[in-house]
């Protein structure tokens, strides 16, 4: 066992330790998304796009990061939160011609009631029957996608509306690359402000040791409802934004493989971490970039090293270390 | 009265679909019932079998063709052969993680199921597999019903594995030891079980049941393909709910109950075939929030 005062032995803990100070991984993320944000002068439309959808995944993996990560609930249909707020979106937008913007708060309520409904009555079970009514809660969502007159059936819905900012019509690829890496941020500024919050506390009572935090006064259905509509929130603005940003959406966008490919990234990073979930959502998308040639064989690799992880470093590959 | 004969043709397609159900719902209880676990690779695990029941019978179709001989050995040799490739999973990746938080090894065991999936696609390249046998279409006709002799075989089939289990489990040294486990594992070390074994023979014969459920799935469908066990895993896990999971009769009744129920469910017209699965994953929803300790398991509390 080493404790924290010992000297890291390899380069790469050392790396972490180095970081380790809240200050350093302030300024680490600043320069990150400086970085980020002058990149476009430098990339191709080909790269901009991956990186927009990188972005997009640090949202879902950070939203699901609350949920999994802080309140220690395993969610198996994450996906069906992003479907809902891009399918609102789409139907809101497309089939009764709203303004994009007038939109989004009926999408945020849909996730929030999509939330609360399913995490209501199920968040008492015991927490591996909430991981599969979750499983089950995600197919319901992409089945009622699938068989629904208003959600476009199988084919889906399209020409979703590019939208409008003050008369700035946000449609080029560049422009969604600045939307999401804002939206980026502002979930990583969420995340960091809900970790250090009361309830964040609260989340990580509930995840050590449910029954302490009953007898310490925290209501634990209340606060893991709480994990559960948070998470949904930023699985929603994902899916609003995504809708918008393809034009189009259809079912298969969200199959359990997106759930599972979003868990992948929170359980890669290490869970709970912010900047661990900030580097597996860039691992799970840019990775199978990397090795091109890999096809059909980047989930199983991604599965092998999910598996390896769990065995070998079940804090994840940046891991949080002990004070 | 054709009202009478598409009830009757209703059990009929139930009592099949029911077979399956159960004998994988029989695994996901057992396991659950001496470690606890919601082995996630349960389903995936039917799937294997059914490849490897697809392997075993184009081996030996050269030999004893492709009839109800070859199939017989095939789902032998698929039990088997899965059976201890359960054993290997539990002891390389559910062993090592017994005591880690609980998150962890369910996290472990889907790794595992998206590993199985994973590679049987990259092994099959993701198409479906036509598993042709010689077992042809007869079957008996009364009036518009119809009852194939594959229906019947495949259900006498599992009907005599679950008796067979139901006599381990209640007669034998290791199912007494299996049922000990379940209440108490500490206890049991301490009277001198062999813990480590009986859980070891529990997932032989949970993923032995899959893979026979699988291999037989395969022969009564005539196709497989890499999924096959994602839809079927949920469902059999929602069958062994409905009996009361950890309860071994209960994940039976269950299998079959949720089969009927699925094969009635279709006849009403307002659901229909695509709603299908939706209908089941309402039910399992149900089941958890009214009465999570299932028809026939007792309650109990989690202890993380």
């Known amino acids: ?323 | 009265m054709p009202a009478l004969e598409t009830f009757l043709q209703a059990i009929v397609n139930g009592l099949v679909l029911g077979s399956f159900y159960a004998l994988i719902a029989l695994g996901y209880t057992m396991i659950f019932g001496v470690i606890k676990l919601l082995n996630f690779a349960h389903g995936d695990v039917y799937m294997v079998g059914a490849f490897v029941g697809f392997g075993a019978l184009s081996l030996v179709s050269g030999v004893v063709g492709a009839g109800w001989t070859g199939l017989a050995i095939a789902v032998l040799i698929s039990m088997i052969a899965v059976g201890f490739l359960g054993v290997v999973i539990q002891r390389v990746a559910y062993q090592p993680m017994l005591s880690a938080p609980r998150l962890s090894i369910l996290i472990t065991a889907l790794a595992v199921s998206l590993v199985l999936q994973n590679g049987a696609l990259s092994l099959t390249e993701g198409s479906y597999k036509a598993f042709r046998t010689d077992l042809g279409f007869g079957g008996f006709e009364f009036g518009r019903l119809f009852i194939s002799h594959q229906a019947i075989v495949l259900v006498a089939t599992a009907a005599v594995l679950m008796i067979a289990l139901e006599f381990f489990v209640s007669r034998t040294m290791y199912g007494r030891a299996m049922r000990a486990v379940s209440i108490d594992k500490d206890m049991c070390r301490l009277l001198g079980i062999n813990v480590n074994r009986v859980v070891a023979i529990t997932f032989l014969i949970g993923s032995g049941l899959a893979a026979a459920a699988g291999t037989m799935a395969g022969a009564y469908y005539g196709s497989i393909w890499y999924f096959m066990g994602f839809l079927i895993g949920l469902k059999a896990f929602t069958a062994a709910v409905i009996g009361g999971i950890g309860s071994i009769t209960g994940a039976m009744l269950g299998g079959l109950i949720l089969g009927l129920l699925e094969s009635f469910g279709t006849q009403i017209p307002f659901i229909g075939s695509e709603w299908k699965d939706v209908f089941t994953f309402a039910i399992l929803i149900l089941v958890l929030v009214f009465k999570p300790t299932g028809l026939l398991g007792k309650s109990e509390v989690e202890r993380m």
């Open chain 1, 1 to 323: 066992m080493t404790t924290s005062t010992d000297r890291p032995s390899n380069l790469i803990d050392r790396l972490y330790a180095y970081f380790d100070s809240p200050r350093r991984q302030m300024l680490l993320l600043v320069g990150i998304v400086l970085v980020l944000a002058i990149m476009p002068l430098f990339m191709g439309r080909y790269t901009t796009t991956i990186m927009t959808n990188a972005l997009l995944y640090v949202v879902l993996a950070l939203g699901l990061n609350i949920v999994v990560g802080y309140a220690g609930l395993l969610d198996l249909g994450y996906a069906a939160f992003f479907a809902v707020g891009a399918y609102s979106i789409g139907i809101l937008t497309v089939q009764f011609d709203w303004n994009f913007w007038l939109a989004i708060p009926p999408a945020l309520i849909a996730a929030c009631m999509a939330g609360v409904i399913i995490g209501g009555p199920t968040l008492r079970l015991r927490s591996d029957y909430l991981a599969i009514v979750t499983l089950g809660f995600g197919e319901i969502v992409r089945f009622g996608a699938r068989n629904l007159e208003i959600t476009g059936r199988a084919s889906g819905l399209s020409n979703i509306p590019e939208p409008n900012l003050f008369g700035y019509v946000i449609n080029s690829y560049v422009d969604f690359y600045y939307v999401f890496l804002l939206l980026a941020v502002l979930a990583v500024i969420a995340s960091h402000r809900l970790y250090h919050s009361r309830l964040g506390r609260a989340w990580l009572y509930v995840r050590h040791d449910e029954d302490a935090a009953e007898a310490m006064g925290i209501n634990r259905v209340r606060v893991k409802l709480a994990a559960y509509v948070t998470g949904s929130v930023f699985g929603a603005i994902g899916g609003i934004f995504f809708s918008v940003n393809l034009g189009a959406i259809s079912p298969e966008s969200f199959s359990f493989e997106q759930s599972v490919l979003i868990l992948m990234a929170v359980i890669l990073g290490g869970m709970g971490k912010i900047h661990g979930v900030i580097l597996g959502a860039f691992i799970i998308i840019l990775g199978p970039e990397l090795l091109r040639e890999l096809g059909e064989l980047r989930l199983l690799l991604f599965a092998v090293i999910m598996l390896l992880i769990m065995l070998m470093r079940p804090s994840g590959i940046w891991p949080e270390r002990r004070h």
